[in-house]
């Protein structure tokens, strides 16, 4: 199995371990996560960085220019979680597969060399990006994990 699809293989695992915690009987979305966020912002900031790439990455397969966010990171997650206030939990779980559809659509498109992350900022190549991903949702779910179990504990 090539490089692309183990990362891949990775990313969709974690995707599919962080919509499952979503799902929980009884899961009380008004916990804070942070000085921030609760569980219901935490989701929307996936959210809008998962589409995020499957848009830019939708784009570039179809030879126009990415899209990504431009601003600071704190601009950028601040602007995403608020543009998604208001959206419930089943509507951004189904956005999320949705993205996650688009990303396995294209990323395996050899064409695309570089895909930006945000303006300005790092781009990644597709592995890469895929990998940044994980990571990034790897941290928030064990995040979310460990605030949850402490307040509800």
């Known amino acids: 199995m090539a490089d692309i699809d183990l990362a891949l293989v990775a990313e969709q695992q974690q995707i599919e371990a962080f919509i499952r915690l979503y799902k929980v009987p009884g899961l ?16 929307a900031h996936i959210l809008a960085w998962h589409e995020s790439f499957a848009h830019n990455l939708h784009m570039l397969a179809e030879g126009k220019p990415a899209e990504p966010p431009r601003g600071t990171l704190h601009d950028v997650n601040r602007e995403g979680v608020l543009a998604l ?4 939990i089943p509507r951004m779980l ?33 592995q890469q990006h895929l990998d940044v991903v994980r990571g990034h949702i790897n941290q928030h779910f064990w ?10 504990g």
């Open 94 to 126: 189904r956005r999320l597969r949705k993205a996650q559809r688009i990303i396995e659509l294209h990323i395996h498109d050899d064409s695309i060399k570089l895909i930006p992350y945000r303006r300005p900022g790092t781009s990644y190549t597709r």
């Open 85 to 88: 206030r208001g959206v419930g």
């Open 28 to 43: 009380d979305i008004a916990v804070m996560v942070n000085h921030r966020w609760n569980m219901q912002d935490m989701l």
């Open 143 to 152: 995040e979310l994990l460990d605030v949850y179990v402490a307040a509800k």
